[in-house]
Nanobody, 122 residues
Framework: QVQLVESGGGLVQAGGSLRLSCAAS????????RAWFRQAPGKEREFVAY????????HYADSVKGRFTISRDNAKNTVYLQMNSLKPEDTAVYYC???????????????WGKGTLVTVSS
């Protein structure tokens, strides 16, 4: 089991930036990748970005490509999501997840954080 704690959410104006952090503890060596998902009110949870913890590999949802950047600091067991040029449609609860396989779906994740709220005002 891996425990994940997100931080960095908040209220920002459209066009602004935020950086989310996801700190992990527990059996972190058993996980190969970390991902960010988000869930807006009344919508399903959707994939945002993925980063491998072993190789230089990242993946992004089309809706955030060019605006969001996922990165990691293995020494700190922490993954980040830098979000630039934020839009009102980016408003959601953002969840950090960890997986023991190569996966980009909700079902492919093994561990979840409790989420952090990002609100983008127009």
């Amino acid at each position: 089991q891996v425990q994940l704690v997100e931080s960095g959410g908040g209220l920002v104006q459209a066009g602004g930036s935020l950086r989310l952090s996801c700190a992990a503890s527990g059996r972190t060596l058993s996980r190969l990748g970390r991902a960010w998902f988000r869930q807006a009110p009344g919508k399903e949870r959707e994939f945002v970005a993925y980063i491998s913890l072993r190789i230089l590999s990242t993946h992004y949802a089309d809706s955030v490509k060019g605006r969001f950047t996922i990165s990691r600091d293995n020494a700190k067991n922490t993954v980040y999501l830098q979000m630039n040029s934020l839009k009102p449609e980016d408003t959601a609860v953002y969840y950090c997840a960890a997986t023991s396989r190569y996966a980009l779906s909700v079902d492919g994740m093994d561990d979840w954080g409790k989420g952090t709220l990002v609100t983008v005002s127009s």
